[in-house]
């Protein structure tokens, strides 16, 4: 199973009650508190619920020393699995480590579209990573996710055979140009900073 996606012990021993799991239907966002991911998830599974958290792996800089961890996709959300048509579900709002859950109009929950989690969770690998669109081109606006660049903002400048991307990158009010992976730069809509 894919582990961004866990199912209560009760929704994978009882057959009726995770019936609309496999479905793409039904799904929520929940707003987290902060630092709380784990803790909230570990307390919803433990409710009967299914959660997707997908992550990606990505460089950050720390005192001069880099370190590549998986972090979240959406950081302090969660998806949460839940038929609002059944009592209880409101039971999510007070779960440790859940501020809300993301409403619409009327205070009701308003559901994830479904071709949106549909393609997440096909974008996801067997780790619960997200898989990155490798579709680049030239002139996208990409942020660079590893390396000593980790976190700056470029644009692609030419694409290489074995999915190298050339970057120029400004550097002390100097355009530098650099050779990345392709996995390690990720389409951004944020304009490169003057």
């Not at 030239?138 to 970057?167: H, W, Y």
């Amino acid at each position: 199973m894919n582990p961004a996606k866990r199912t209560s012990e009760k929704e994978a021993t009882d057959p009726g009650f995770g019936a609309t799991s496999a479905r793409w239907d039904n799904w929520f966002a929940v707003q987290l508190r902060p630092n709380m991911r784990l803790i909230a998830e570990r307390n919803l599974l433990r409710q009967g619920y299914t959660c997707f958290s997908p992550t990606r792996l990505e460089t950050i800089r720390r005192a001069n020393r880099y370190k590549t961890d998986a972090r979240p996709l959406f950081p302090g959300y969660l998806f949460v699995h839940f038929d609002p048509r059944r009592p209880g579900w409101q039971a999510i709002n007070a779960t440790r480590g859940v501020s809300r859950i993301v409403t619409g109009p009327g205070q009701a929950p308003q559901p994830l579209p479904p071709a949106f989690i549909a393609g997440l969770q096909s974008r996801c690998d067997d780790d619960g990573r997200f898989v990155q669109d490798l579709s680049l081109n030239v002139g996208d606006t990409v942020r660079v996710l590893a390396g000593p660049f980790a976190g700056m903002v470029s644009r692609i400048d030419r694409l290489e055979p074995q999915d190298r991307v050339n970057l120029l990158i400004r550097v002390m009010g100097r355009d530098v140009r650099t050779s990345v992976s392709g996995e390690d730069v990720d389409r951004t809509p944020h304009p490169i900073p003057a």
